[in-house]
Every structure is written in C-alpha cells, then in structure tokens.
T-cell receptor, first 112, second 116 residues
Framework: DTGVSQNPRHKITKRGQNVTFRCDPISEHNRLYWYRQTLGQGPEFLTY????????KSRLLSDRFSAERPKGSFSTLEIQRTEQGDSAMYLC??????????FGSGTQLSVL | AQSVTQPDIHITVSEGASLELRCNYSYGATPYLFWYVQSPGQGLQLLLK??????LVQGIKGFEAEFKRSQSSFNLRKPSVHWSDAAEYFCAVGAVSGGGADGLTFGKGTHLIIQP
C-alpha cells in the first residue's frame, strides 16, 4: 500500500492554458474523490467516482472543469482555459466503499 | 445545507498543556463527523470519526472528541500536546461514512501552534 499518489506536485501555468492532474488511488479502492483547497479554507468537494462511473459532478466549479476515471483505476482532472482564480491545491482521495478516505498530498496549481 | 464552523483560526498552546479545538456543525439528519489533521506537504490524515453510539470517540495520536447533539458540537481534545502536533486541523461532516455522493463538508480549519 503506497497510498494515494498525485502528480505533479506543483504546476505553474499561464492564464488561458489547459492543465491536467493525475491521481492514482490505493489499488483496491473503488471510490475516488476530487477536492479543491484554497488558502485559509478547508477542502471543497468537487466530484466523485465509484469505479469508472462519475456519480456526482454538479459540484464541479464550472464547465471548464472535467474529470475522468476511464478504467476505474487512476483519474485525471482537467481544467481548460485556466484563470487566476483556479490557483489552489487540488486534492484526491480514495476509499473502499464507504470506509474512511485516504488523501493524497495534492497538486498545487499556480496560474500566472 | 450542511456546514461546519471552526471558530478559532489560530490556537497557541504550550507543549505539555491540554488542547481543545472547537467545531460546530449544521446538518439536517444524523451527521457523520470527522476530524482530520494536515501537516505541511502532507495529505489530510483522519484522526477520528463519529457515526453513532458512544459520544466520546477515541482516535489516533492520543486525540479524542465528544459529540454533543444538543450543542451541535464535536470538539477535539488532547490532554497533553507534543511539538509534533503543530498542524492544521479540520472538522468535517458528511452524509455517509467516508464520502459518497455528497462528499464531505469541511470547516476552514484551526492552525495549531505549539510553544516550547
């Protein structure tokens, strides 16, 4: 068990560019979550997968945000046409059914 | 809508002293309550959780929390803090045990500073 892995750890991009983050959950975990955390705030729930099915996406911040989990294993979160307000830490978590969440260390996005 | 309030943004405690971090929640049904700790560069780690039963919950690293329905509170306590406890602490509430379709709602966090 190597824990939840997120790549890259840091991403700096220019406004208007697209970015993609990857999350590798704990191998046997069927549920995967994405959260966003801004400075001075707690994590904010974005979306959730059970296996490859995205069961909740209404909390994604705008239609520029999308997530996939094509084979029910790793997941990607894409932000199109980034804005400065997208600068934040993006956290991934996984769980086995409804057991406790294990969080990754996050991807820190800076939009210049 | 569910919400979590952590009234203290920063708390400073001397090493060896006792600690209490406050958490108040708003939730329409029986809540599932959690405390997480986040150290710099580290992922969130679950300290303890409450689902039902005994209202005093024991967690890792010597932490405990007490659920008080009448006060809508779930305060975190530790009898004697160590310098390694310095971190950000988050209280969270959810509809199910670990997440599910509603995810977890987190408070804004309390930054714990330990004085030598």
């Amino acid at each position: 068990d190597t824990g939840v892995s997120q790549n890259p750890r840091h991403k700096i991009t220019k406004r208007g560019q697209n970015v993609t983050f990857r999350c590798d959950p704990i191998s046997e975990h069927n549920r995967l979550y994405w959260y966003r955390q801004t400075l001075g705030q707690g994590p904010e729930f974005l979306t959730y997968f059970q296996n490859e099915a995205q069961l909740e996406k209404s909390r994604l911040l705008s239609d520029r945000f999308s997530a996939e989990r094509p084979k029910g294993s790793f997941s990607t979160l894409e932000i199109q046409r980034t804005e400065q307000g997208d600068s934040a830490m993006y956290l991934c978590a996984s769980s086995l059914n409804n057991e406790k969440l294990f969080f990754g260390s996050g991807t820190q996005l800076s939009v210049l | 809508a569910q919400s979590v309030t952590q009234p203290d943004i920063h708390i400073t405690v001397s090493e060896g002293a006792s600690l209490e971090l406050r958490c108040n929640y708003s939730y329409g049904a029986t809540p599932y309550l959690f405390w997480y700790v986040q150290s710099p560069g580290q992922g969130l780690q679950l300290l303890l959780k409450y689902f039902s039963g005994d209202t005093l919950v024991q967690g890792i690293k010597g932490f405990e929390a007490e659920f008080k329905r009448s006060q809508s509170s779930f305060n975190l306590r530790k009898p004697s803090v160590h310098w390694s406890d310095a971190a950000e602490y988050f209280c969270a509430v959810g509809a199910v045990s670990g997440g599910g379709a509603d995810g977890l709602t987190f408070g804004k966090g309390t930054h714990l500073i330990i004085q030598p």
